[in-house]
């Protein structure tokens, strides 16, 4: 099915990100993972797409594949194009449509000055056009509600997110966001510039504090002190942290299904508790 399909019929959806464990050994696990995150019922799980590198891409598929194929649960599969050329990106989306997975997440990928870039693909939208001929996937796209690091300023930002709409990216996914005022802003400001896709909002759940300050400072996220608060308290205390991040994750989304946004995204971090807990938090709400 295509993701698209879900909002046409005006649904808010619960979704999940998971990624492709990078060993062998964990790669036999993750079907307890995905035992727990499917019994969830989310209306579709992504799986992200390591930068470069065929292992990468095979692992990707793989999971995706099994998410659709054993667990009956539609997948969405993140692909970035900065490193691959066109044959490759044929020989990729050819794979996907072999399986039927019909859900791609375009993304132009950060840039690594260890892998060359093969120059036939300079941002997300050029992936999206490139694929939008080939109808049998639904391309979603990537947004940035404090924006992108490498943004010039805001009106740039949003002008690059039209022309990925305008390309045929259906639904927006966003980056993670502590501070949900900057996100209603962003998808206030993306209305007024005529961006009529969902926008769907995504939440980590702080539980490595360490890991959560290294993420912030690279994607450029506001600190609200109520959140500062939580990790600087309970940084050294694994449980009391576990505790406090999901608490603040959930009244983060309850505040986003209350505000009638399009639906949450949820990075899982391929951790089934933390999944769990969050779905027992809203299970009347969604
Ligand atoms: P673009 O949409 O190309 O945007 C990047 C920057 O370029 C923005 O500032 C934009 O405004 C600007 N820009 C866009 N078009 C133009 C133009 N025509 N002219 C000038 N500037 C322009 N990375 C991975 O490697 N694997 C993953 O699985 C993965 N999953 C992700 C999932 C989500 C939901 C998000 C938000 C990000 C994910 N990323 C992933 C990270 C992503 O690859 C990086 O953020 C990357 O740097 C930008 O990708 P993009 O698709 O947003 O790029």
Same mark, same amino acid.
């Given at each position: 099915?295509?993701?698209?399909?879900?909002?046409?019929?005006?649904?808010?959806?619960?979704?999940?990100?998971?990624? /492709?464990?990078?060993?062998?050994?964990?790669?036999?696990?993750?079907?307890? +993972?995905?035992?727990?995150?499917?019994? @969830?019922?989310?209306?579709?799980?992504?799986?992200?797409?390591?930068?470069?590198?065929?292992?990468?891409?095979?692992? +990707?598929?793989?999971?995706?594949?099994?998410?659709?194929?054993?667990?009956?649960?539609? /997948?969405?599969?993140?692909? +970035?194009?900065?490193?691959?050329?066109?044959?490759?990106?044929?020989?990729?989306?050819?794979?996907?449509?072999?399986?039927?997975?019909?859900?791609? @997440?375009?993304?132009?990928?950060?840039?690594?000055?260890?892998?060359?870039?093969?120059?036939?693909?300079?941002?997300?939208?050029?992936?999206?056009?490139?694929?939008?001929?080939?109808?049998?996937?639904?391309?979603?796209?990537?947004?940035?509600?404090?924006?992108? /690091?490498?943004?010039?300023?805001?009106?740039?930002?949003?002008?690059?997110?039209?022309?990925?709409? +305008?390309?045929?990216?259906?639904?927006?996914?966003?980056?993670?966001?502590?501070?949900?005022?900057?996100?209603?802003?962003?998808?206030?400001?993306?209305?007024?510039?005529?961006?009529?896709?969902?926008?769907?909002?995504?939440?980590?759940?702080?539980?490595?504090?360490?890991?959560?300050?290294?993420?912030?400072?690279?994607?450029?996220?506001?600190?609200?002190?109520?959140?500062?608060?939580?990790?600087?308290?309970?940084?050294?205390?694994?449980?009391?942290?576990?505790?406090?991040?999901?608490?603040?994750? @959930?009244?983060?989304?309850?505040? @986003?299904?209350?505000?009638?946004?399009?639906?949450?995204?949820?990075?899982?971090?391929?951790? /089934?508790?933390?999944?769990?807990?969050?779905?027992?938090?809203?299970?009347?709400?969604?």
């Amino acid at each position: 099915m295509k993701i698209s399909e879900i909002y046409r019929k005006n649904k808010k959806s619960l979704s999940f990100e998971v990624y /492709p464990p990078k060993t062998d050994r964990g790669f036999e696990n993750i079907n307890k +993972t995905l035992a727990v995150l499917c019994e @969830l019922n989310p209306d579709f799980i992504s799986v992200t797409f390591g930068a470069g590198g065929s292992s990468n891409c095979n692992r +990707t598929i793989e999971l995706a594949k099994k998410i659709k194929q054993e667990y009956h649960v539609e /997948p969405v599969v993140h692909l +970035t194009c900065l490193h691959y050329d066109k044959a490759e990106i044929d020989e990729f989306a050819k794979l996907l449509a072999d399986e039927g997975i019909q859900n791609i @997440l375009a993304l132009r990928g950060d840039r690594n000055s260890d892998i060359a870039e093969k120059g036939d693909f300079r941002h997300a939208s050029d992936l999206i056009s490139y694929l939008k001929p080939k109808s049998v996937f639904c391309l979603l796209g990537a947004c940035y509600p404090e924006c992108h /690091p490498e943004s010039e300023n805001r009106v740039s930002e949003i002008r690059h997110l039209k022309e990925k709409v +305008t390309a045929g990216a259906e639904v927006l996914l966003s980056q993670l966001f502590y501070d949900n005022e900057q996100f209603f802003r962003f998808v206030e400001d993306c209305r007024i510039a005529g961006i009529n896709v969902p926008i769907i909002p995504a939440i980590m759940p702080v539980i490595d504090a360490s890991k959560i300050k290294r993420m912030i400072a690279k994607c450029g996220a506001a600190f609200p002190v109520r959140f500062q608060k939580i990790v600087d308290r309970y940084e050294n205390n694994e449980e009391a942290l576990l505790d406090a991040g999901m608490s603040y994750a @959930l009244s983060q989304m309850i505040d @986003l299904f209350a505000s009638d946004m399009d639906g949450v995204h949820l990075y899982t971090m391929n951790n /089934p508790i933390i999944a769990r807990r969050i779905c027992e938090g809203i299970r009347h709400i969604i």
